[in-house]
């Protein structure tokens, strides 16, 4: 069944938006959109790294299948602070889930492609009328197919499989295409499975794509404990650019890839992260309100301004090993 553009978000309304905040003041809750994806590289380094330790905190990361399940968790009080894009920032405001973006955490959707199996001769224009997999209604992969629709002039059906699902149904045969990203995007391009059609990283122009997300209520009254976990998170990513070996076993082994795709997921999407985080810079409010232009471009409602779904007021300072 396609989905609905105008109800992309409509699951948004069956979470708790009178959720608490953390659980315990030294404990920070990280909400990871899907396993196999640069956010967990990030919390998983800073874990290893002792980086919230240092910051005299614990974390506790829960893998969702998806970034809207991501941020319904949040919404509904499992998760504290969440990676996921500025849409539904913008959409869960205009429906009571009060949250802003606290760090920029990407300026590019680096390594996701719209890949179909090696043998298809379809190219994406003939994607019309066909299934193309997401993972799920409102997620960053969401977004990518709405621009798609738009910007190509076609259309298909989005068929949300989750974030684990998309290899195993595109390789399946059950969708003709699929919005993958990194590092399996550069998995299966290697091992023959599949091929890119189009490349989203330069396709689309740069814009904020995600960022690191907590609710209102949480930067309001525990300030301290937001400020602390971005501190561990970017210094995990100033760690990970500075020990290029260490980070691709840990992608390796957390992944259970090739060290060689490994590699790749560290070359083209660790080392294009941001590294500073800061919501104040020059270049942000125009980049969020671009990506949040792109959201509506592609069918989205609701969307509110760039300056409504972020706050300044949290600057990372990372954290030293």
Same mark, same amino acid.
């Given at each position: 069944?396609? +989905? ?8 948004? #309304?069956?979470?708790? +938006? ?75 405001? $205009? $429906? ?35 299934? #193309? ?61 599949? %091929? ?31 400020? $602390? ?40 999407? +660790? ?12 270049? #942000? ?10 959201? %509506? ?22 954290? $030293?090993?």
């Amino acid at each position: 069944m396609k +989905i609905n553009r105008r109800h992309a978000f409509l699951s948004l #309304v069956a979470a708790t +938006i009178m959720a608490s905040p953390a659980s315990a003041a030294d404990t920070i809750r990280v909400g990871l959109p899907t396993k196999t994806y640069w956010p967990t590289t990030i919390a998983e380094t800073a874990v290893r790294q002792k980086l919230f330790e240092k910051e005299g905190i614990q974390a506790e990361l829960t893998i969702y299948r998806s970034g809207a399940e991501t941020f319904e968790g949040m919404a509904a009080g499992a998760a504290d602070i969440i990676l996921d894009p500025p849409s539904l920032v913008s959409a869960g405001r $205009k $429906k009571g889930v009060m949250s802003r973006i606290v760090a920029n955490a990407a300026m590019g959707n680096f390594g996701w492609q719209l890949m179909v199996p090696t043998k298809s001769t379809l190219e994406v224009k003939d994607l019309n009328g066909k299934k #193309v997999a997401i993972t799920a209604a409102g997620s960053g992969s969401d977004l990518l197919a709405l621009w798609t629709i738009q910007d190509k002039k076609i259309d298909f059906t989005r068929v949300p499989v989750g974030g684990g699902g998309l290899v195993p149904n595109l390789l399946a045969g059950n969708v003709e295409a699929a919005v993958v990203y990194s590092p399996l995007s550069f998995q299966i391009s290697k091992s023959g499975e599949a %091929k890119s059609i189009l490349d989203y990283s330069t396709a689309v122009p740069p814009n904020l794509t995600a960022g690191w997300i907590v609710l209102d209520k949480l930067a309001e009254t525990k300030p301290q404990l937001v400020q $602390k976990a971005v501190n561990a998170l970017y210094g995990a990513v100033a760690f990970m650019r500075a020990n290029r070996d260490v980070t691709v076993k840990l992608i390796a082994e957390l992944y259970e890839m090739p060290p060689e795709i490994a590699a790749l997921e560290y070359d083209n999407t +660790i080392m294009k992260l941001e590294t500073s985080g800061d919501m104040g810079a020059a270049n #942000v409010n125009a980049a969020v309100q671009l990506s949040l232009d792109l959201a %509506k471009l592609g069918g989205l409602k609701d969307i509110v301004p760039a300056e409504d779904v972020i706050s300044t007021k949290f600057k990372p300072v990372p954290t $030293k090993p």
